[in-house]
């Protein structure tokens, strides 16, 4: 789907992370390797952590120990997308105005505007494109903080829950995205409690690992 | 520079659309038609406590709207954008408070002049009045930004929020009240208070979007 | 990905050091603050009467020591947020958080026996001049102060918060004291100065010396006991609750 320039095959390699939350170590020592190309998703119990690790590699949680290296480099919130449980629209917005928001957000100064009707278009909200986000359902609001992901290219993607409130029609379109975003060279790391068929890797998090 | 400007447009359109000012300007009237209820409509008493009443009540609104600044961002994830942008968090802040003096306190100020002779305030004090609340607006946005984002993780946190910005707004009160109140005593416009509000200003500018920063980083998740 | 640099396996180790620390200082700072708070008393009931004000002047014995550690307990907390900040020491959070309702005493005394000192002397309970009007500016802060850290459940966000608005607030403190000033004076200016030759006699100096020390002691003995008791209850909650 991002017809874009394919990323170098690397893999994300994760060393002794350790995530502190609400006094405890809610992570402690995890070690993972993400292959390239590949798409992992980590699943366990509710509250073991899961949005936790989403958020400490994308720079949103400080850890307190360990590393997270994207090929040589170490992992940097500019090489990422993180889509997490919030959808970061704002209700009084319209869905263009929104896109355009986040564009502005999260685009580098140099990176051009995507056209905003294609990309809606994409998503499959071009009809809804003067709405007010408030007015929107809550799988089309879902689709909607999806759109940074063809907005500008990012090779790992962070997806907290990316299945939530999508119906059918939504996870295939997603699962299609994912995977021609893997075969491109990038990498996809999703947090889940429900089976992703797009995953190619698994880690399960455990309380008291 | 273009993230900044853009949260720029959008906070002052979400305020516009949001009808945030109206709040603040519903409190401003309501309280200020309760004023003579309670002290008696004599015009000379009003026109004595016009200039330091009508500052006290612009602060007590302020303290009502501040809680509505960064909450409506901490419960759409609006901060997860802000921090994961290509921008620094700090100047995207200061953004946010630009958008707010624009969008609360430049209104407010236009509306002065009325809410000023419902209290019979004295025309020489009108001038200094308003200018006083313009140069003070900026360090009346940031310090209380400063409240609001301390604040971002507690739910109903307007009591709180008001009470750890009471003391900040003290020292800008004190310059800013009494700066009006000295055109009532002739001379015009109190200029040392002035600067002092405006260096207040200028200080709080810089240094607040720094300790929001700090707060929202490890707040908002 | 961002790290923190220090390894938080120090605050497992320190506490227990701290709390040897705090067992060895805790009797000699109480036996000292109690000793020196009589002999300050004492020495306050022997100052010889103001001829103007009368014995009501013994109050101030109590009001003015009160105020110094009024602003000097807002202080404490800045340095120690400020230190627990930098070093990431929860410590230092934990010392602020203590320190926080004892500050908040000492400026409620100073409030209420400043009321009492200026009754005799100006027939109302209250009048806003400089002083007292600062230290009520300050006692708003510490209750802004502690209101915020028992309005965050969690304990990261809370100190981290609280640190922050400690910092704000000490930076505020002396604007409020400048605003404050400008804005009105009656009360008479500060008697007492470290680095000026104070303006009164050592009668009343020496007490007044003595006072400040006693609440100084005092303010560190209560700070040790109240920093025990909370790591005493953490470590009850963790057993009785278990830890992951």
Redesign the interface.
């Known amino acids: 789907m991002t017809d874009k320039s394919a990323y170098t095959y690397v893999q994300l390699d994760v060393h002794q992370l350790g995530v502190r939350r609400g006094g405890v170590m809610v992570i402690s020592n995890l070690s993972f390797t993400v292959k390239a190309q590949a798409a992992l998703m980590v699943s366990g119990p509710n509250g073991v952590g899961k949005t936790s690790l989403l958020r400490a590699l994308s720079g949103l949680l400080e850890c307190e120990t360990g590393v997270a290296k994207l090929g040589q480099e170490n992992l940097a919130t500019n090489m990422l997308h993180y889509v997490g449980h919030g959808e970061g629209l704002k209700g009084q917005l319209t869905i263009t105005e929104n896109l355009n928001f986040m564009f502005d957000l999260l685009g580098e100064p140099d990176e051009e505007r995507p056209n905003i009707d294609g990309l809606l278009s994409k998503i499959g909200l071009l009809q809804q494109r003067n709405q007010m986000a408030s007015d929107l359902s809550a799988g089309q609001k879902r689709r909607a903080a999806m759109a940074r992901l063809f907005m500008v290219p990012r090779q790992v993607w962070l997806l907290d829950e990316p299945f939530t409130a999508l119906d059918l029609g939504g996870r295939v379109w997603l699962s299609e995205a994912v995977r021609a975003h893997c075969q491109a060279g990038g990498i996809v790391v999703a947090a889940s409690h429900e089976p992703l068929d797009f995953a190619t890797q698994y880690l399960t998090l455990e309380a008291g690992v | ?3 900044a ?3 720029l447009c ?1 906070d002052i ?2 305020a516009w ?2 009808g945030s000012i109206s709040l603040v300007l519903a409190f401003l009237f309501i309280a200020l038609t309760l004023v003579p209820f309670g002290v008696g409509p004599e015009l000379a008493l009003l026109k004595r406590l016009a200039p330091g009443l009508l500052w006290v009540v612009i602060i007590l609104a302020l303290l009502l709207s501040l809680d509505r600044l960064f909450q ?1 961002d901490a ?4 901060f ?8 620094p968090l700090e100047l ?1 802040v200061l953004a946010k408070l630009v958008a707010h003096f624009i969008a609360i306190i430049l209104p407010l100020s236009l509306v002065l002049p009325i809410a000023g002779f419902l209290v019979n305030i004295d025309i020489a004090a009108l001038f200094p009045l308003v200018v006083s609340v313009l140069v003070a607006g900026p360090a009346l946005c940031a310090l209380g930004a ?1 409240g609001s984002a ?2 971002v ?2 739910r109903r ?1 307007g009591l ?1 929020t008001a ?2 910005v ?3 707004y ?2 800008v009160l ?2 800013g009240a ?1 700066s009006a109140q000295m055109a009532l005593l002739g001379g015009g416009i109190a200029l040392d208070a002035i600067l002092v509000l405006a260096a ?1 200003s200028l200080a709080a500018m810089l240094l607040a979007p720094l ?1 929001i920063s ?2 929202l ?3 908002a ?1 | 990905m961002r790290i923190q640099k220090t390894d938080w396996l120090h605050y497992y180790a320190n506490p227990h050091r701290f709390m040897g620390l705090a067992q060895a200082l805790f009797y000699p700072l109480w036996v000292c603050a109690i000793l020196t708070l009589s002999a300050g008393l004492y020495l306050g009931f022997q100052a010889p009467p103001d001829y103007q004000q009368g014995e009501t002047v013994r109050i101030m014995f109590v009001h003015v020591p009160a105020a110094w550690m009024a602003l000097f307990g807002y202080s404490f907390i800045a340095f120690v947020s400020i230190l627990a900040l930098i070093f990431r020491h929860p410590l230092g959070h934990l010392a602020a958080r203590a320190a926080a309702p004892i500050g908040a005493c000492f400026t409620l005394i100073a409030l209420v026996t400043g009321a009492l000192w200026g009754q005799p002397m100006w027939g109302t309970w209250w009048v806003w001049d400089a002083r007292l009007t600062s230290v009520l500016v300050l006692f708003f802060v510490y209750i802004g102060y502690i209101s915020l850290w028992r309005a965050i459940e969690s304990p990261e966000k809370a100190s981290r918060a609280a640190a922050i608005l400690a910092i704000v607030g000490f930076i505020n403190v002396p604007i409020v004291k400048f605003s404050v000033d400008w804005w009105n004076t009656l009360h008479q200016p500060a008697s007492v100065s470290r680095f000026a030759r104070p303006a009164i006699h050592p009668d009343i100096l020496y007490p007044l010396l003595v006072m400040g020390v006693a609440f100084m002691l005092l303010f560190f003995a209560l700070l040790i006991t109240r920093m025990q008791s909370e790591i005493l209850n953490q470590r009850a909650r963790r057993r009785l609750g278990g830890d992951l």
Not at chain 2, 75 to 78: I, T
């Open positions: 520079m273009r993230a400007y853009s949260v959008v359109l979400l659309r949001l409506s419960e759409d994830g609006g997860d954008q802000l921090m994961l942008s290509s921008q995207l400063i301390l604040a993780s507690v946190a709180l009470l750890i009471m003391p900040l003290v020292p004190v310059f009494n207040m300790a700090a707060a980083r490890g707040l998740s």
